[in-house]
């Protein structure tokens, strides 16, 4: 199993470019999410997916858009990127999302630079 | 108030050095806790989840406290591979996703 693969790794845009994060999950697992790390910030959430075809808004998802394409992908697209979007930016799944003792596994997360 | 508050560090420590990392939660309603790893410039892993009876994983022991909201992680005999940053993790009663709040980490470094 691969787990939780991201593409690209990295990615240098200029403002107001566009561009979309893949992520793919092979454990089967029904929720999928897209958090942001930023220095002294800690993860923030941006979107998540409970199960195929749903999707809601994180703590951050102001300037993104996702799309639970099936199962195993889910995707984040910046329309038009700004500086403000600079950051490491990681997927992460679970197999139920339904809370408790249930391990989040993360992708190697894209590192984006927007100049 | 952000929903997990954890000591700064960065924390230097030798080699077989006892090491404690502390964690506070703002949200009382919060039902499951954990300790993240995250290597340098790598994604974050599961290091173990804390039980409310405390709990125990070789050199790791992680407590909870309820009643204060606090959570530790203590590292004894530290190794050189131990150096990473520690995220304090906590999901909250009520949300029908497992959605997690991380702590900004702690940063560990053991010299040798």
């Known amino acids: 199993n691969a787990g939780v693969t991201q593409t690209p790794k990295f990615q240098v845009l200029k403002t107001g470019q566009s561009m979309t994060l893949q992520c793919a999950q092979d454990?089967?697992?029904?929720?999928m999410y897209w958090y942001r790390q930023d220095p002294g910030m800690g993860l923030r959430l941006i979107y998540y997916?409970?199960?195929?075809?749903?999707?809601d808004k994180g703590e951050v998802p102001n300037g993104y858009n996702v799309s639970r394409l099936n199962k195993r992908e889910f995707s984040l697209r910046l329309e038009s990127a700004a500086p403000s979007q600079t950051s490491v930016y990681f997927c992460?799944?679970?197999?139920?999302?339904?809370?408790?003792?249930?391990?989040?596994?993360f992708g190697p997360g894209t590192r984006l630079l927007v100049l | 108030r952000k929903e997990v508050e954890q000591d700064p560090g960065p924390f230097n420590v030798p080699e077989g050095a006892t090491v404690a990392f502390n964690c506070t939660y703002s949200?009382?309603?919060?039902?499951?806790f954990f300790w993240y790893r995250q290597d340098c410039r790598k994604e974050p892993k599961l290091l173990m989840s804390?039980?409310?009876s405390g709990n125990e994983d070789g050199r790791f022991t992680a407590q909870l406290n309820r009643a204060s909201q606090y959570i530790s992680l203590l590292i004894r005999d530290s190794k050189l591979s131990d150096s990473a940053t520690y995220l304090c993790v906590v999901n909250q009663r009520g949300s029908t996703l497992g959605r997690l709040y991380f702590g900004r980490g702690t940063q560990l470094t053991v010299w040798p």
């Open positions: 997916s409970a199960s195929e075809g749903t999707t």
């Open positions: 454990m089967n697992h029904n929720s």
């Open positions: 949200n009382s309603a919060s039902q499951s």
């Open positions: 992460a799944s679970s197999a139920h999302g339904t809370g408790g003792q249930e391990t989040q596994y």
């Open positions: 804390v039980y409310s």
